[in-house]
């Protein structure tokens, strides 16, 4: 039984992405300077190689055609060519899929760490100076840019995924800050408080059950957050990630390319976001 | 707290004030280029120096808080709005309903939506005032960055209810969008509230960010965005510290929202 | 494939680490490229960084020198031209091996040339010698000598084979065998390539010692220009082929003995108008922008001074024409740049019935004169030009509206949809000759940029340029091609189809600790020499 409910799970997370790449595929097929290329400016070439030049992508103007035959070079295990760097999309991605992966899943850690590590002394002891002074902190590190903190690293030095993490932060100290205020303001909270409950105690096994649902919808949402961030800092940072990847697709209008990396993602977001969904749900059915 | 309150508000209002009078109070025209002291230091001609093009610095920052400071909470309440809707009625009716619409949710966090900007962008007319094209990249981006609340929204308002105080509500009759409106998104709020104070900055910086593309602001109107992409300019900054007064201003912004807001409301 | 490289990667890797220290011994040279080379084959070469590669390790029969302006020989001895322009003979050196120790010789010349000639290539280097339909013909007469006849003419052709790194015919490495200083020794995608020291390199120096004096050259792949600068000031990188102005200033204030300005360089800032006819405009711009005294006036209008001190703080000069003074030869200098003068562009425009209307110019029926400037988004200095020039023509009642668009939509509109109403781009000059122009002139060309793919020309000056483009191609005699080139010059002084804007100065950063570095104004501006370049011993570093 649970075993059909996996497959059914898995079918549609498969047909979503699926979905999604050809979404993203007719997102780019209708943006301006599609299947235009950057060398039709160089003067240097004769009027036929232009031709062949603009000829060369024209197979990827039909975009249901173009899905059609890529969907069926995927069942072969082919995820294609990228036209814009020459080179079979496969061997770009197990090239540059692991410096991304690496840096996004530790700056996620970091961040949430951050985060929440802020987020509970203010709520387990409150005092308004704490909440001014993480407040800010937070604020702060929300406005800066992230092309400016990839700066900021690369001059000072440090890990890459410090950027990302910094870039999660805010979003969970907030969120988790606002969540657990609200729930230790709960009544069956409060009773246990006026019971004189350990605070450990109160936390563990009565704050944190009840505000797991939207952490943990939290979680998914931040993995896809890190991966936007990931875009600008690989590109400053000049790191051979899917982030750069992702931009120099979208700059040379890559179809192909574009297309693995929106499935990609898709995939990585919607197996995050069910994930935190399938044990948010059984936290839900725990009675608090 | 109370004081602190008390000057956030002062501070918001006094900013407020000076960029809607920025005719009056600014020392110079925006766009007007001082030709003979570009990258100039402060002085009482110009109290903030002047950027690369000779252009005075601190009017450059009035007029562009009046772009952002109107433009950028505008776009996060709409995105605020929509992800409540979304969110909110996907959390409640659970089952069939949610799962659909947390479909949608991931596939719209994980598309390139950056091609419908260039498109929109396509099909905009060259000679569209600056304005006109700041007001719809604002209201895209209001209208795109809905997803990442949804998600939380939806989760929220699923315990929701579950909570005793729904059941409560329902079992003294209260059914329907009534229990929705009236029980469920109030407790939303300090939910909401996170997502749209964090969303405000996101958006003045995706805007900056736009810009890269050519999508953001046109010059010579100035935003907190592209005043902002001067930071990128590590060195430069180091040699003109006052470079950094647009972020400053910002945060501070941020902060007094924040304070201004907070958690309070639904302490009592 | 993969896995036995694995190893290999890993010995590379250490080799690279160790050689950290070596670099400060002076053994290693580095510096970056701004991106990814797309291609390793030197005949299909069209970005900066895989022509780069193209230039440190291909071996080519004749080099033009970057300094002297002159055509030297290398893997020829001797070449001689002729049949008008149609044949070329070269005479080989003798006893020369591929970095592979494959021997060198005119069979592998003819092998070259007949790929690189294949119709299927489609290479900007293999076009450039296209200069009519029909077959080249190439004969290995001995192992070291070869003739190529030409279907037509080809002007300037000996100074192509700058661009022509021989390949070899036999070697199972392929491509990867080279006749350069420097063989690619290794490369991760993304991140470097690594090359060594060609053990089979022809050339020594005076005193007989086999050159390249480099051991290896040690290439990051790094777009970030601050990076670099901080990189350079630090001693990791040793070069910088291109600098923006602003960087430069600070940099020769750090360091003096490493900022090189070279002058003006061949690159040149241009805007210009949309005079395709089936553009969508209405037609009154039309109008507008077919009239030449209006294009007079909008270039009279634009303070170049400015832009040369503001945008480039100096380290800029403004442009006459296509040709830049650096281009010694070909520069017309009777030509002098149109002068700033706001009033007189008002005269002019009042010749064609506009006038201002308080602080609005209006045409002859009455419309506000308001047009748009479109250029590439995240060039800084464009995006600062643009904005200047919106400032000048605001003086003189005009609205200019500046859109940054991203590179394939602009492309898009410039040369698809030709829905546009000004543009401002550079032009990347690689070759001194006018021939490499041609498309850029022919008004039947699609890089005819401000009205491509005319069936005939347009108009009677277009007619002209299209004449003597054809004349200065059809003849050796370079003394005759300078008149006829000079009369190109004129016709786009006069007719303003581009409004030249400025001349880009060279800015280089060379490390004081290298030798034997002379930057100059043609590509590649640092290391042009590579092959004689050296670490000085540490006293007398910086101190040239």
């Not at chain 1, 030095?157 to 657990?180: D, E, H, K, Q, T």
């Not at chain 2, 006052?242 to 304070?259: E, H, K, M, T």
């Not at chain 3, 032009?427 to 498309?439: E, G, I, R, T, W």
């Amino acid at each position: 039984m649970w075993i059909q409910r996996l497959l059914r799970h898995l079918l549609t997370l498969l047909l979503t992405a699926l979905l999604g790449g050809l979404l993203g595929a007719t997102l780019m097929r209708l943006a301006p300077g599609f299947g235009v290329d950057e060398r039709e400016l160089d003067t240097r070439l004769n009027e036929q190689s232009l031709q062949v030049l603009r000829q060369s992508r024209a197979n990827e103007r039909n975009i249901l055609r173009f899905y059609a035959q890529y969907l069926r070079g995927i069942i072969h295990g082919d995820l294609g060519v990228s036209p814009s760097l020459g080179r079979p999309v496969a061997e770009l991605f197990s090239e540059r899929a692991p410096v991304t992966l690496r840096s996004v899943a530790l700056g996620l850690l970091e961040g949430w760490l951050l985060g929440f590590a802020l987020a509970l002394p203010g709520v387990m002891w409150r005092g308004w100076a704490y909440d001014l002074l993480t407040s800010v902190v937070g604020g702060i590190v929300v406005c800066l840019p992230s092309a400016v903190l990839a700066m900021l690293f690369l001059y000072v030095g440090g890990p890459g995924s410090l950027p990302i993490a910094l870039v999660v932060f805010p979003r969970i100290f907030r969120y988790s800050r606002n969540l657990l205020l609200q729930t230790y303001s709960l009544p069956h909270v409060l009773t246990a408080k006026a019971k004189g409950l350990h605070s450990t105690r109160i936390l563990l096994w009565h704050v944190l059950p009840s505000a797991a649902p939207p952490l943990l919808a939290l979680v998914g949402v931040s993995v896809s957050m890190a991966f936007g961030a990931a875009i600008p800092i690989e590109v400053i940072c000049d790191s051979p990630g899917i982030g750069k990847l992702a931009w120099q697709a979208a700059l040379g209008r890559d179809l192909p390319l574009l297309v693995n990396i929106t499935i990609f993602v898709t995939l990585l977001t919607l197996t995050a976001n069910s994930f935190s969904d399938l044990i948010g749900k059984a936290f839900a059915k725990q009675p608090t | 707290m109370k004081t602190l309150r008390l000057l956030a508000w002062g501070f918001l209002l006094s900013i407020f004030v000076a960029t809607l009078l920025a005719e009056f109070v600014a020392p110079a025209p925006y766009a007007e280029q001082f030709r003979e002291s570009p990258n100039a230091l402060p002085s009482w001609q110009h109290p903030l120096g002047t950027d690369e093009l000779g252009r005075d610095a601190l009017s450059r920052l009035l007029y562009g808080s009046r772009v952002s400071l109107l433009l950028a909470p505008a776009a996060a309440l709409l995105a605020t709005l929509i992800a409540a809707l979304v969110g909110g009625v996907a959390g409640y009716l659970g089952g069939w309903w949610e799962r659909v619409a947390m479909g949608a949710t991931d596939l719209s966090l994980s598309l390139p939506w950056l091609f419908l900007l260039l498109t929109v962008r396509a099909m905009l007319p060259l000679n569209e005032p600056p304005m006109t094209s700041v007001v719809i990249t604002f209201a895209l981006l209001g209208l795109l960055g809905w997803s990442p609340s949804a998600r939380v929204v939806c989760a929220g308002t699923r315990t929701l209810r579950n909570s005793e105080f729904v059941l409560q509500a329902r079992a003294c009759g209260c059914r329907g969008w009534r229990l929705l409106l009236r029980q469920v998104l109030p407790n939303l709020k300090p939910v909401l509230y996170a997502q749209f104070w964090v969303s405000i900055p996101i958006f003045i910086l995706s805007e900056a960010n736009l810009g890269i593309l050519g999508l953001g602001v046109a010059e010579p109107l100035p935003s907190w965005g592209n005043l902002l992409r001067g930071l990128e300019n590590y060195s430069a900054v180091l040699n003109n510290p006052w470079r950094v007064a647009p972020l400053g201003l910002l945060i501070i912004v941020v902060s007094c929202f924040q304070l201004i807001l907070p958690l309070e409301d639904f302490r009592s | 494939m993969r896995r036995i490289w694995s190893p290999l990667l890993l010995v590379a890797l250490l080799a690279v680490s160790a050689s950290t220290t070596a670099a400060q011994s002076g053994r290693e040279l580095r510096f970056y490229l701004p991106a990814e080379p797309k291609t390793f084959h030197p005949l299909v070469v069209a970005d900066d960084s895989s022509e780069t590669i193209r230039y440190l390790t291909g071996g080519v029969l004749i080099r033009f020198n970057r300094q002297t302006q002159e055509l030297q020989p290398e893997l020829a001895a001797s070449w001689k031209v002729s049949e008008a322009g149609r044949k070329i003979s070269f005479k080989l050196r003798e006893g020369i091996l591929f970095s592979d120790g494959m021997p060198f010789s005119a069979e592998d010349v003819a092998f070259t040339m007949r790929a690189l000639m294949d119709p299927n290539l489609h290479s900007p280097t293999g076009d450039s010698f296209r200069s009519a339909e029909g077959q080249v013909k190439v004969n290995v007469t001995d192992p070291h000598s070869v003739v190529i006849l030409f279907p037509a003419p080809v002007a300037g052709l000996e100074r192509l084979f700058d661009q022509v790194a021989i390949l070899s015919s036999r070697s199972p490495k392929k491509e990867m065998a080279v006749l350069g200083p420097f063989y690619v020794a290794d490369y991760k995608a993304g991140s470097y390539v690594l090359l060594r020291q060609n053990p089979n390199y022809w050339k020594r120096d005076s005193t007989g010692q086999r050159l390249p004096y480099l051991d290896s050259i040690r290439l990051d792949i790094q777009q970030n220009r601050d990076m670099e600068l901080l990189h350079f000031r630090r001693g990791e990188i040793h070069l910088i082929n291109s600098l923006d102005a602003e960087s430069f200033d600070r940099l020769a204030g750090e360091m003096p003995s490493a900022a090189h300005d070279a002058g003006p360089s061949l690159d040149s800032e241009q805007m210009w108008f949309n005079q395709v006819s089936s553009a969508p405009l209405p037609t009154y711009k039309k109008a507008w922008f077919r009239s030449q005294n209006f294009r007079r006036a909008i270039s009279e209008a634009i303070n170049r001074e400015d832009i040369c001190r503001v945008v480039f703080a100096r380290h800029a000069r403004p442009a006459v024409g296509p040709v830049s003074p650096a281009n010694r030869f070909w520069f017309n200098q009777a030509l002098h740049v149109h002068p700033f003068d706001p009033q007189k562009a008002l005269r002019r425009l009042g010749q064609e019935g506009f006038h201002l209307d308080g602080k609005v110019l209006r045409d002859r029926e009455g419309h506000s004169v308001e047009f748009s400037l479109i250029t590439n988004a995240g060039n800084k200095s464009r995006e600062r030009m643009a904005t200047m020039i919106q400032q000048d023509l605001a003086q003189i009642g005009i609205r200019l509206n500046v859109v940054t668009l991203d590179f394939p939509s602009l492309i898009e509109r410039i040369s698809r949809t030709f829905d546009y109403e000004t543009c401002l781009l550079g032009l990347v000059n690689v070759d001194l000759d006018p021939s490499a122009q041609m498309s850029v002139w022919l008004s039947s060309a699609s890089s005819h940029q401000w009205n491509p793919n005319q069936k005939s020309p347009e108009t009677p000056w277009e007619a002209e340029l299209d004449l003597l483009m054809r004349a200065q191609a059809s003849t050796t005699d370079n003394k005759k091609r300078k008149e006829y080139f000079d009369k190109v010059q004129q016709i786009v002084w006069d007719q303003v189809p581009f409004i030249y804007l400025i001349h880009k100065n060279a800015l280089s950063a060379v490390s004081p600790s290298l030798a034997n570095a002379t930057p100059g104004v043609l590509r590649p501006q640092t290391y042009w020499n590579v092959e004689k370049i050296y670490f000085a011993p540490e006293k007398s570093g910086g101190r040239r």
